[in-house]
């Protein structure tokens, strides 16, 4: 599997996951909505709920965002060129 074809793939799964984490918190929270917590309750579970989900979606919507890097970071020191661009010595 090519390079490209693999991270098509990965990402394909992490839309997934997304879409499945939204169906199963859209689930749990009609499910708290139908229960005789009295307002208090239902406010601190959907505040929980609403904190887990945000912990659990936001990290893989964040890395399907992020840039695609395209070449490795340069070694300390090295400006990633073969001097070609650096200004000529002075005497």
């Known amino acids: 599997m090519s390079r490209e074809a693999q991270r098509q793939a990965v ?20 499910k708290i909505a139908s229960q005789d917590l009295g307002e208090g309750g239902i406010a601190r579970l959907t505040q929980l709920l609403l904190r887990s989900r945000e912990a659990a979606i936001t990290p893989l919507q964040e890395e399907i965002e992020a840039p695609l890097i395209t ?9 990633g060129n073969d001097g070609a661009n650096e200004p000529p010595a002075q005497p």
Request: cysteine-free; charged content about 30%.
């Open 11 to 30: 990402r394909a799964v992490r839309e997934g996951l997304i879409a499945q984490l939204e169906e199963l918190y859209a689930a749990s929270f009609e």
């Open 71 to 79: 070449r490795a970071p340069t070694p300390a020191g090295d400006s």
